[in-house]
């Protein structure tokens, strides 16, 4: 007699009976396993690399097909005995499983087209002699390319393409650690193309990383440097483009060009271009900029001409806007050296004919009690932007419902149209950047910058800067690229340098 029967003739009662039988079926059923994922890396421009281009590389991953389907798996091993080639087919000694090699690399082998069940500890060949024995049962595989800087920079391309992928399996691009740069130009893997190319053309998903791209020209106009024109989703993190020009077509820094893509940067880099620093493009598309930096554009810095932008904790400085667009309501906490710095108003008005003396605005029709202090009470910062004569500062404390003090004087003015909120505008850039010099541009922040202790947390998505410091340092978020020591309290930083 089954469980289950046994179960029916004690307990003759219809409801225990349910009970019981749905706290057996938990345990009878067979125990499911999370789906897991593993990179599959491989490396260009290093002694001894799996591949000798970019493009090289992609070509050989295409051959997978569908990179989400169950037959495709990563696993490691402890090394190759003869030689196992790209499109050997493999068996199993001790499972029988059978399939397809895409590439083994010294201590991973990814196989495609599985038929049975590879089994940890078992030998995997291609024939006597020419085998790797696995040391795991396989994983779901991201397929990952780390660059090196052995070789100096990269002069090729690559377009990421010909997969199916998903948002767990996709492409990455990534600098391992050692080959990153610091946060400036020159101090990692440089992508510096020899030819008029995109330098990275993403139409699969997938993540770029810790990569600095400069001096590269289009084959068309409103390209850009990282672009991206499918209904895909991409990352693009610790990115350095800087310095690039075209004598026909006006191109961009990080293009989003389809209506459906979903793109998010954070702590990236874009300095001294052509056009615009970032774009999305009329078809439009969804961004979103955290923690960003982008100074010197002939074009706007941060361009918004369709789909949904959100620009938060971004510094964009000495364009031409620095922000232009529709923004998403949720666009805050950002700097600009115009007046054009995405966000929500706290408040605006006009100062009173008179009473506006120093530091103090007086302004009879206003509440600030009701829009401004929550803001300060919360340890944020808000920002007192006259836009009548470009000026702005800090707001010190709200005073009463009329009436606010400033940080710096002179900003006020009788009958000045006003705008306060936590974005500021009207900043000086070299009040903020170690060294604007040309060739030897430093964004890393100086002491007393305004753009210290003035971000919004953004750690539900990520937790670093570009130098992969952990934010925040004393306890509120800087904006931009980096997070510096120099926005910790005074005790904190004394404890820190000692």
């Not at 049962?137 to 991201?142: L, Q, V």
């Not at 199916?164 to 492409?171: E, F, L």
Request: net charge negative; with cysteine; hydrophobic share 35%.
């Amino acid at each position: 007699m089954n469980l289950i029967s046994l179960i029916k003739k004690q307990f003759m009662n219809q409801k225990f009976f349910l009970t019981v039988y749905f706290v057996c079926l938990i345990f009878l059923l067979p125990a499911t396993t999370a789906h897991a994922v593993t990179e599959f890396i491989c490396t260009h421009n290093k002694t001894g690399e799996d591949y000798a281009t970019m493009q090289a590389w992609e070509n050989a991953m295409t051959a997978v097909g569908n990179l989400t389907a169950a037959d495709v798996k990563v696993f490691s091993h402890g090394g190759i005995t003869g030689t196992v080639s790209d499109s050997a087919s493999v068996t199993g000694q001790t499972s029988g499983a059978t399939g397809t090699v895409i590439h083994a690399t010294s201590t991973q082998i990814l196989i495609d087209a599985i038929v049975g069940t590879f089994q940890s500890g078992e030998v995997v060949q291609v024939s006597a002699g020419n085998s790797v024995t696995i040391s795991d049962a396989g994983d779901s595989p991201i397929l990952t390319l780390e660059l090196y800087n052995d070789d100096g920079p990269i002069t090729t391309n690559i377009q990421v393409n010909g997969l199916t992928t998903n948002t767990v399996n996709y492409w990455k691009i990534t600098a391992p650690v050692g080959e990153r740069h610091n946060g400036t130009a020159g101090t990692g893997v440089v992508i510096d193309p020899t030819s008029s190319v995109l330098p990275i053309y993403f139409q699969d998903d997938g993540v770029i990383e810790w990569i600095e791209i400069t001096d590269w020209t289009a084959t068309n106009n409103g390209q850009g440097a990282i672009h991206i024109d499918s209904s895909i989703t991409v990352d693009i993190n610790n990115v350095i483009i800087h310095d690039w020009t075209h004598a026909t077509f006006t191109i961009h820094g990080i293009v989003v060009g389809n209506a459906t893509a979903n793109v998010t940067v954070t702590n990236s880099l874009i300095y001294n271009g052509d056009g615009a620093g970032i774009r999305v493009s009329a078809t439009g598309g969804n961004l979103n900029v955290y923690n960003s930096t982008v100074y010197n554009m002939p074009g706007v810095g941060i361009l918004q001409q369709g789909g949904t932008y959100i620009a938060k904790n971004v510094i964009s400085m000495n364009n031409s806007p620095d922000f232009s667009g529709t923004f998403d309501a949720s666009s805050d906490n950002n700097i600009s050296s115009d007046g054009t710095a995405a966000g929500a108003d706290l408040d605006s008005g006009t100062t009173d004919a008179s009473g506006n003396t120093g530091a103090t605005v007086v302004d009879a029709g206003q509440n600030f009690n009701t829009s401004v202090k929550p803001t300060l009470d919360a340890g944020e910062v808000a920002w007192f932007n006259n836009d009548t004569d470009g000026t702005s500062s800090k707001i010190t404390s709200v005073d009463s419902d009329t009436q606010l003090t400033l940080a710096e004087s002179g900003v006020t003015g009788n009958s000045k149209a006003f705008s306060i909120n936590k974005s500021a505008y009207y900043r000086a850039a070299a009040d903020q950047f170690v060294s604007l010099t040309g060739g030897s541009e430093d964004f890393h922040l100086i002491a007393g910058a305004d753009a210290l202790n003035m971000g919004d947390d953004l750690s539900g998505t990520f937790t670093t800067d570009i130098d992969n410091t952990t934010r925040p340092i004393g306890g509120i978020w800087d904006v931009g690229i980096d997070e510096s020591e120099f926005g910790a309290s005074r005790l904190r930083r004394f404890i820190f340098i000692n």
